[in-house]
C-alpha cells in the first residue's frame, strides 16, 4: 500500500531533550515536506526537500532541523524541544514538478513540558 | 501565493448531494485547484484536483468555472464518514518549493 509512515504517534518529551519524529514513503517520491497543525494557526510548513540533499526552509523553521539523505526518509529532528512545538506534526510527499496530489502521514503528537 | 476563500462551515443531511465552493479570483494560469479534507484525528487526504475541465473520481466530482475564478467539490451523497474539514488550496506546478497553502476550509457536518 502506497503510504507516508511517521513515528512515534505520541511522544511526551520534557524542555531541551533532543528528538527526532520519523518519516518514511514507499511511493519513490522526490518531494517531502513536514507541516505543523495548531488550532487556530491551521496548517503551516516547517521544511520541504525537492531531492535527495536538497532541503529548504518553509514557513515556520525556527527550533526545527531535517535531513535528505535517502528519497524514502525525511527525519525532523528538535534539538533543544521547547513547549512552544507541542503540536501535531505531519509529513508528506509528491512528486516534484507535477501536479499531482500530496499524501501525508497519519501525524504525531508532541507535547513538550 | 494566490488565496482562495472559503465558507466557515457547511451541514448537508446524509445521502443527500453536498456542493462545497471556493472562490479564487486572483488564480494564474499554472495553479491548479487542488481539494484535501482532514478527518477528525487524521491526516489531509487528497481528493480531487483539476486545471480548468471538470473533473470525476470515485471520491468526489470537482466543477470548475469557465473563467476559473471559483470552483465547486461535490460529494454526490454525504455519509457521516464525509463529515471532516475540506480545504480548497492553488497548487502552482512551477512554482519552486511545491508548497500546499491551507487556510481555515470549511467544516462540513453530516446529519443523520
Known amino acids: 500500500e502506497a503510504q507516508v509512515t511517521q513515528n512515534p504517534r505520541y511522544l511526551i518529551t520534557v524542555t531541551g531533550k533532543k528528538l527526532t519524529v520519523t518519516c518514511s514513503q514507499n511511493?519513490?517520491?522526490?518531494?517531502m515536506s513536514w507541516y505543523r497543525q495548531d488550532p487556530g494557526l491551521g496548517l503551516r510548513q516547517i521544511y520541504y526537500?525537492?531531492?535527495?540533499?536538497?532541503?529548504d526552509k518553509g514557513d515556520v523553521p525556527e527550533g526545527y532541523k531535517v535531513s535528505r539523505k535517502e528519497k524514502r526518509n525525511f527525519p525532523l529532528i528538535l534539538e533543544s524541544p521547547s513547549p512552544n512545538q507541542t503540536s501535531l506534526y505531519f509529513c508528506?510527499?509528491?512528486?516534484?514538478?507535477?501536479?499531482?496530489?500530496?499524501?501525508f502521514g497519519s501525524g504525531t503528537r508532541l507535547t513538550v513540558v | 501565493d494566490a488565496k482562495t476563500t472559503q465558507p466557515n462551515s457547511m451541514e448537508s443531511n446524509e445521502e443527500e448531494p453536498v456542493h462545497l465552493p471556493c472562490n479564487h479570483s486572483?488564480?494564474?494560469?499554472?495553479?491548479?485547484i487542488h481539494w484535501y479534507r482532514q478527518l477528525p484525528s487524521q491526516g489531509p487526504e487528497y481528493v480531487i484536483h483539476?486545471?480548468?475541465s471538470n473533473v470525476n473520481n470515485r471520491m468526489a466530482s470537482l466543477a470548475i468555472a469557465e473563467d476559473r475564478k471559483s470552483s465547486t467539490l461535490i460529494l454526490h451523497r454525504a455519509t457521516l464518514r464525509d463529515a471532516a474539514v475540506y480545504y480548497c488550496?492553488?497548487?502552482?506546478?512551477?512554482?519552486?518549493?511545491?508548497?500546499?497553502?491551507f487556510g481555515a476550509g470549511t467544516i462540513l457536518r453530516v446529519k443523520s
Open positions: 508528506a510527499s509528491t512528486p516534484t514538478w507535477t501536479e499531482e496530489g500530496y499524501t
Open positions: 511511493m519513490n517520491h522526490e518531494y
Open positions: 526537500s525537492m531531492n535527495v540533499e536538497v532541503t
Open positions: 486572483t488564480i494564474s494560469g499554472t495553479d491548479y
Open positions: 483539476g486545471l480548468t
Open positions: 488550496i492553488l497548487r502552482d506546478v512551477e512554482e519552486y518549493g511545491n508548497k500546499l497553502v
